[in-house]
């Protein structure tokens, strides 16, 4: 079922998802399944899968290094697959312009669609490490709005080069991202709106966003949303922060604030174990206001691990 039919569904009711990441290859996906089981209970309407970019490695050959460009968390879809079997629950691949070229979307897609799953997360990807800006992959798109088209595309029959007439297309429901505090590389937050809303008038059915830790300014991006016409429901990210080292990391990597009460707790943490649980009272406190707000999905970030996921839906749901 399509993300916007569980909204409508839910009649106002906040829904409860998550997002996990694959195993590193050669793990085996028993460690995927171990932290999906204890957020069952929460009824999730559909689990998010990651796409992880590729990245290069370096093999000793005989004392000469071998550059190498592989993806060491592969197997997304198969996840999708895996788990929408298993638990019976919608799963939602997320789909990169970088690394992939357009025809290689276009089959991955195809199987989407083969396998039912029935909402695609369309989004650009990050800059590989080694890179400090994005570059658009040799054949493929440089922004997500091109990746909304495809999609947009082959849900009407327009293959890349060909057109179908069929009564068999895909029907993909699509999901983009949205930031509350901008995205790193937009040079304000109008310009990066007016690419969000270009996004949605290109087909993107609904937006998840980045996370932040500070509810004001989830409230204000939606109010600037609606301003300029954005009107598909938008679902707030959380994260709960974890371990001391999120204080520079998080800023770092997502160009987002931490709010001082925030990072005055956590620094007053003595360890990590008292850290996780600042970072679990904070995203309570979030997701409750948020809930009474009435946002349509709290979307957690799992990063692989359930347990603080568990504790917070145990408040709020
Ligand atoms: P876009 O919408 O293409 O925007 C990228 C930048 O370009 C923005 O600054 C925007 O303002 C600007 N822009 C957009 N269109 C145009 C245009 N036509 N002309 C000029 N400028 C333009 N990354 C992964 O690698 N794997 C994942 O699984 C993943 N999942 C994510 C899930 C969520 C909910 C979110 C919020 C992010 C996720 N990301 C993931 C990170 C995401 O790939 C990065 O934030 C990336 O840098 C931008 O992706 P985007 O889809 O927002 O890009």
Known sequence: MKVTEHIAQAKGETLFSFEIIP??????IQELYDNIDPLMEFNPPFVDVTTSR???????????????????????????ASIKHKYEVDTIPHVLCGGFTKEETEYLLVDCHYLGIDNV???????????KYFEPTAGGHTYASDLVTQIRNLNTGQYLHEVIET????????????YPEKHMEAPSMQTDLKWLKRKVELGAHYIVTQMFFDNQKFFDFV????????????????????????????PQVFRIDLPQDLIDAVEQCRDNKAVRQ?????????????????????????MGKSDNIREIARAVF
């Not at 195993?23 to 085996?28: C, D, T």
């Not at 997360?121 to 890179?131: C, N, Q, S, T, V």
């Not at 009564?167 to 949205?178: K, P, Q």
């Not at 300029?228 to 922060?241: C, E, H, L, M, T």
Request: net charge neutral; aromatic share 6%.
């Open 23 to 28: 195993p590193i290859k050669g793990r085996s």
């Open 121 to 131: 997360m369309a989004l650009r990807g990050d800059a590989m490490k080694e890179e």
């Open 54 to 80: 590729e990245e290069y490695v370096y093999i000793d050959r005989d004392g000469l290094l071998d550059k190498k460009l592989t993806r060491m968390r592969p197997g997304t879809v198969g996840i999708c």
């Open 223 to 250: 109010k600037a949303a609606r301003e300029i016409g954005i009107d598909v429901p938008i679902i707030p990210g959380i994260k709960p922060i974890a371990v001391k080292r999120h204080l520079q990391l998080l």
């Open 167 to 178: 009564d068999n297309c895909s029907d993909f429901c699509i999901g983009v991202a949205g």
């Open 278 to 302: 600042v970072g679990i009272e904070w995203a309570i406190a979030q997701s409750k206001e948020l809930k009474e707000a009435g946002v349509p999905v709290l979307h957690y970030y799992s």
